[in-house]
């Protein structure tokens, strides 16, 4: 998926050919950062569907499954109800498998996190507000702009990697403009305003 078949891409890239940044910063934020947010775009919406189709699966054919056992009950020695709720057992079994086996609802939380953060950090950088501002002149918002773009891709992968120990959001974190200083990174965690100094 390019930048013309997102609708965050298309945006951002001509609303950032607009600024003063030179033409190798905007070179940088658009093969890199714009495309990163569009391929965790493209993960998210694999996610989703997946989830929602598995999940869809096992409430729809739970429900079908009940109410053809109340009529095999209704109906004496019928052999075709009884393959259709096996048939319907199976499916919803296989469902629940996959929904735990591969960690869909976890990956679907995930991405849907990183995706808003990434989102979230994306237009305060183009808007120039928040942690962009205070005086901060065009070189400073490129160099902290990519360096917290990378810092959320990193961590996303590291809790990409944890699933299974259920602690899938507190570690996506980004760096506060100090850690582009060298003064160390000050993680911040996503949802939250509150910034605490890494040890």
């Not at 997102?6 to 951002?12: A, E, I, N």
């Not at 079908?64 to 009884?82: A, G, H, K, R, Y």
């Not at 709720?85 to 591969?102: C, E």
């Amino acid at each position: 998926m390019g930048a013309s078949e997102s609708k965050f891409g298309g945006r951002f890239t001509t609303l950032i050919t607009g600024t003063a940044f030179s033409s190798y910063q905007k070179s940088i934020i658009v093969n890199r950062s714009v495309n990163l947010i569009i391929e965790t775009e493209r993960d998210h919406r694999r996610s989703m569907v997946a989830y929602y189709t598995l999940v869809s699966i096992v409430v729809v054919v739970g429900i079908l499954i009940s109410s053809m056992i109340i009529l095999n009950e209704m109906v004496v020695d019928s052999q075709v109800l009884f393959w259709i709720v096996w048939g319907l057992s199976i499916a919803v079994a296989l469902a629940n498998k996959l929904l735990f086996a591969f960690n869909v609802t976890k990956k679907y939380i995930l991405n849907g996190i990183v995706l808003g953060k990434l989102y979230s950090e994306a237009w305060t950088f183009l808007a120039g507000s928040g942690r962009y501002g205070k005086h901060m002149d065009l070189d400073k918002r490129f160099e902290v702009f990519c360096d917290r773009i990378e810092k959320i891709k990193l961590k996303s992968i590291e809790s990409a990697t944890d699933l299974e120990l259920g602690d899938y959001t507190s570690g996506i974190l980004a760096a506060s403009p100090r850690g582009v200083s060298g003064g160390g990174a000050s993680p911040i965690v996503v949802g939250s305003d509150n910034v605490e100094e890494a040890s």
